[in-house]
C-alpha cells in the first residue's frame, strides 16, 4: 500500500501522521475520509481545506479526516487503487479515475485550469524565448499544468529537455519559491498559487507567460461503490458550501470563483492526457 499523510482537525492534532491507505477506522464508524491532491504543501493544504473538512462533518454528521500522499503519483496510484472514497484532484487525473477506476465526479471548481510562467521580478528573463538555456521548475510531471506548460513551450520553439531544463518540484508553490532562491530561472505553476503566497513574496514574482486554459477545475469525484444517497449529499453539501463563512473565506483564500456541477461524460475533452498520464504511473 502506498503511504499517505492524515491531516487531522487543527483542535485535536495540527501535526502530519504518516498513515496507510485503506487502515480500518472501526472505532470511528462511518468516517470519511477527503483526499487532497498535494498541489501545495502540508501546510497550505490544512490551511485551505480544513474549513470545508468541519463543513462536511458538521453537514453529512459523520467524522471527515483531511489526507493526502507524498506526491502526485503516490496519491494518482492510490486513487487507481480506489484507497480513497471521496477524493478532490487535477481534472485529467478525476477523468483518469473515471475511466479506470469507477470513480463517479460530482463537480468542479471554477475557474479552470491554468499555468503561469513566474521569474523573479528583479530578472532579465522576459519571454519564453529567454529560458533557452535556462532552468524551468514545475510541478510534477503528471500534473496537468506541467503538460500545458510542455505544450506552450513547443508552441514557442523550446523543446521541453533539450531547449529548456526542467525540475519538477514536490508542489506548485514549491516550485516558485525555487525561483525567489535562485534555483531555477522559472517556475510553471497553476495560475491560482499566486493567490496562496504570502504578498511580500508574491510581490518579488512577475508573470511573462501564460498557458492555455483547462475548462473545468479541480473535480470532486466519490468513489464508484458509494451509495447514490451518500454521494449525492456530499454533492449537496459542496454546493451549499459557499453560503456559510467558512465557504466565503475558503473562496477567498484560494481564488476559486465557485463549485458546478459535472455530469458523466462530461470530461471526455480530457481523454488525450490518458496515455501520458498512464505511462507516468507506470514508470518507476
Not at 2 to 30: D, I, K
Amino acid at each position: 500500500m502506498t503511504a499517505r499523510r492524515h491531516f487531522l482537525h487543527v483542535g485535536l492534532m495540527a501535526a502530519a501522521l504518516l498513515a496507510w491507505p485503506g487502515r480500518c477506522r472501526a472505532a470511528q464508524g462511518e468516517a470519511l475520509d477527503f483526499a487532497v491532491l498535494p498541489l501545495f504543501s502540508g501546510r497550505t493544504l490544512l490551511r485551505h481545506f480544513e474549513g470545508l473538512r468541519a463543513f462536511l462533518q458538521e453537514r453529512l454528521n459523520r467524522p471527515a479526516y483531511l489526507v493526502t500522499a507524498p506526491d502526485f503519483r503516490a496519491f494518482t496510484r492510490a486513487v487507481q487503487n480506489q484507497a480513497y472514497p471521496f477524493v478532490l484532484t487535477a481534472p485529467h487525473l478525476a477523468r483518469l479515475a473515471e475511466v479506470d477506476a469507477g470513480y463517479r465526479a460530482l463537480a468542479a471548481g471554477e475557474p479552470g485550469i491554468a499555468g503561469v510562467f513566474l521569474v523573479d521580478r528583479a530578472s532579465e528573463v522576459d519571454s519564453l524565448a529567454d529560458l533557452r538555456g535556462r532552468s524551468l521548475a514545475t510541478p510534477d510531471s503528471l500534473a496537468v499544468v506541467t503538460m500545458l506548460g510542455n505544450e506552450t513551450l513547443t508552441a514557442a520553439g523550446l523543446t521541453p529537455g533539450r531547449d529548456i531544463v526542467l525540475n519538477p518540484q514536490p508542489s506548485h508553490n514549491a516550485a516558485a519559491l525555487t525561483v525567489l532562491r535562485g534555483e531555477n530561472a522559472a517556475a510553471l505553476v497553476w495560475d491560482l498559487t499566486l493567490s496562496t503566497m504570502e504578498h511580500d513574496l508574491r510581490d518579488r514574482l512577475k508573470v511573462i507567460a501564460r498557458t492555455s486554459v483547462v475548462p473545468a477545475g479541480l473535480v470532486f469525484l466519490t468513489r464508484g461503490d458509494m451509495p447514490a444517497s451518500q454521494s449525492d449529499a456530499i454533492r449537496d453539501a459542496l454546493f451549499r458550501f459557499k453560503d456559510v463563512p467558512a465557504g466565503q473565506e475558503f473562496l477567498t483564500r484560494t481564488g476559486f470563483k465557485g463549485v458546478v456541477p459535472i455530469e458523466p461524460g462530461q470530461l471526455a475533452y480530457l481523454d488525450r492526457y490518458l496515455a501520458p498520464a498512464r505511462r507516468l504511473l507506470a514508470a518507476r
